[in-house]
């Protein structure tokens, strides 16, 4: 086996359909790779950054210590397991947020630190993942994933259009890269020819493939293999049971029959199960290397959702942000689990000698420290070790140092996945810590 060498776009196929491999240590998978980057047989680094809007609870968003002994305020407690692989990064900034409005302005350039149009026109910066996708993102079958769970927001704030607050991803200055509201269609992307629903279950349609395909790896790739196709399984079963419960990103009837017309997109109805979809769907991309970065952003900066899992639904996530409360404090641990539960997942995905998790970088975050729109210093997390290249289990302070630019961590972020600029915004040079 050890001379059978598979190319890395490798794919089980079907009628109408592929499905990337998983990393196989038997199987060459990741052999097209650009000169100069890691070795055919290595998995690749993956990037998804997570956004949560409005900041978060001003005596709860802390860390201090190192490694296993790192001590987390309450906001990230999801995230204990993790405190080995998990920088807790203080005192970066995005200048352009301090200027214009309050949301609009602070979101809106999160991932590009350009300068954003005010009045009727719509005009910002390229992001961080797209330069990634552009580039590092062509060696697959979808070079960015950017999904959402909440839609956006057209209207205008305080002269800046709310598409800001909306969107962290932008194709170019004045295209915000589309959402992917729906997880059937988010699966679909990655696994379909063509982004289209049909009758036929993606994995029935590759099982023939696959089956051949067992017969030509070792055993324990074979065991993992079998998990593979079992989690694809469970999230094709998972999405086909919540169309017949009602649509999740949309209005769900309480009658038997609908008195009124569905809205065409509404809030998603039960925002628990929406983003857990959306997690693993997001893990499932990684998994097979169909794509190797994901924005997913899990509510609008000014966002409108509620919270009735949680026993919170008396007011919206943006009011509550206004005050820190013990319901503000829950609310926020919720979005962290959303990161531990990907976290979780992809650390016990073995890709040699290192796990999916050591091989990716999540990067959470917000366009506000909390939600009195301080933005003087932002909150940013990051899980995950970059395929070996960032040494983590550590607290990053910069609040007292010069070039504090938060498109200095951006810079880091490229060179780990091999884009090297001379400049990113308003950064000349990479963060030496990351």
Not at 8 to 36: F, I, K, N, Q
């Amino acid at each position: 086996m050890s001379n059978h060498v598979f190319s890395r776009r490798a794919m089980l196929r079907g009628l109408g359909v592929t499905m990337a491999l998983p990393w196989l240590e038997s199987l060459r998978v990741w052999g097209d790779e650009p000169r100069g980057t890691q070795q055919a047989s290595e998995a690749p680094v993956r990037l998804a950054v997570l956004f949560c809007g409005n900041g978060f609870h001003g005596k709860e968003w802390w860390a201090k210590g190192e490694g296993r002994n790192m001590e987390l305020g309450q906001v990230l407690a999801p995230l204990a397991e993790h405190r080995e692989k998990l920088l807790f990064i203080r005192g970066l900034y995005n200048e352009q947020a301090l200027k214009g409005n309050i949301h609009s302005s602070q979101t809106g350039n999160l991932l590009s630190g350009a300068p954003l149009a005010s009045g009727g026109e719509i005009r910002s910066g390229t992001s961080v993942d797209q330069w990634l996708a552009h580039s590092y993102g062509r060696s697959t079958k979808v070079p960015s994933l950017v999904l959402g769970c909440e839609k956006s927001n057209p209207s205008v704030h305080k002269n800046y259009s709310m598409l800001y607050s909306s969107h962290i991803s932008w194709t170019s200055p004045t295209t915000p890269t589309p959402l992917e509201l729906y997880p059937a269609l988010a699966f679909d992307r990655l696994f379909k020819d063509e982004a289209e629903r049909g009758d036929k279950s993606v994995l029935d349609a590759v099982l023939a493939d696959a089956t051949d395909l067992r017969r030509q790896i070792s055993t324990s790739d074979q065991r993992k293999l079998d998990e593979y196709l079992d989690s694809v399984r469970d999230v094709e079963q998972r999405i086909e049971n919540a169309g017949k419960k009602g649509e999740l990103q949309g209005w769900r009837p309480t009658l038997d029959k609908p008195n009124l017309p569905r809205p065409p997109e509404g809030i998603p109805q039960n925002i628990a199960d929406h983003m857990r979809l959306m997690c693993d769907i997001l893990v499932l991309g990684f998994q097979t290397d169909t794509t190797r970065i994901t924005t997913l952003k899990l509510n609008n900066d000014h966002s409108s959702l509620r919270f009735p899992h949680l026993g919170v639904d008396y007011m919206i996530h943006h009011l509550l942000s206004h005050s820190d409360t013990a319901d503000w404090l829950k609310v926020n641990q919720f979005f962290v689990q959303q990161l531990a539960y990907i976290a979780t997942k992809l650390d016990a995905i073995q890709e040699g000698d290192r796990t999916a998790l050591d091989n990716s970088m999540l990067m959470f975050c917000s366009s506000m420290m909390t939600g009195g729109h301080d933005a003087t210093q932002l909150p940013v997390v990051m899980v995950g070790r970059g395929g070996g290249r960032i040494d983590t289990g550590k607290v990053l302070d910069y609040r007292e140092k010069p070039n504090r630019q938060m498109c200095r961590l951006y810079l880091s972020m490229m060179d780990k996945m091999h884009l090297h600029l001379d400049k990113f915004g308003d950064a000349t040079e990479p963060l030496t810590e990351v």
